[in-house]
């Protein structure tokens, strides 16, 4: 069975940083790109970062470029989001997930900047 279990969220000041883990279970994550994604209150799910099965190419949303970083540790089947100089805007429930149609969504982890 695919899973996915993101954790690393939490409630944080304005500036801060946090660091989201995601492993990955039921396939060869290794073999395949692997994306975070977030969904804010009332908003629909966006694409915040992407990174290819080797990790050689990355991409980033124009909202987190910059600040937030993709890498992967394939020994460890575990996908990380580095986020740094967080905003309020990005408070969001934050997912990874493989982008293909057999991949279901993990739980999530809430992340929270505020003051």
């Known amino acids: 069975q695919v899973q996915f279990v993101e954790s690393g969220g939490g409630l944080v000041q304005p500036g801060a940083s946090l660091r989201l883990s995601c492993v990955a279970s039921?396939?060869?994550?290794?073999?395949?790109?692997m994306n975070w994604y977030r969904q804010a209150p009332g908003k629909e799910r966006e694409q915040v970062a992407s990174i290819t099965d080797n990790g050689a190419y990355r991409t980033y949303a124009v909202s987190v470029k910059g600040r937030f970083a993709i890498s992967r540790d394939n020994d460890k089947n575990t996908v990380y989001l580095q986020m740094n100089n967080l905003k309020p805007e990005d408070t969001a429930v934050y997912y990874c997930?493989?982008?293909?149609?057999?991949?279901?969504w993990g739980q999530g982890t809430q992340v929270t900047v505020s003051s």
């Open positions: 039921g396939f060869s994550s290794s073999s395949f790109t």
């Open positions: 997930k493989a982008p293909y149609s057999w991949a279901s």
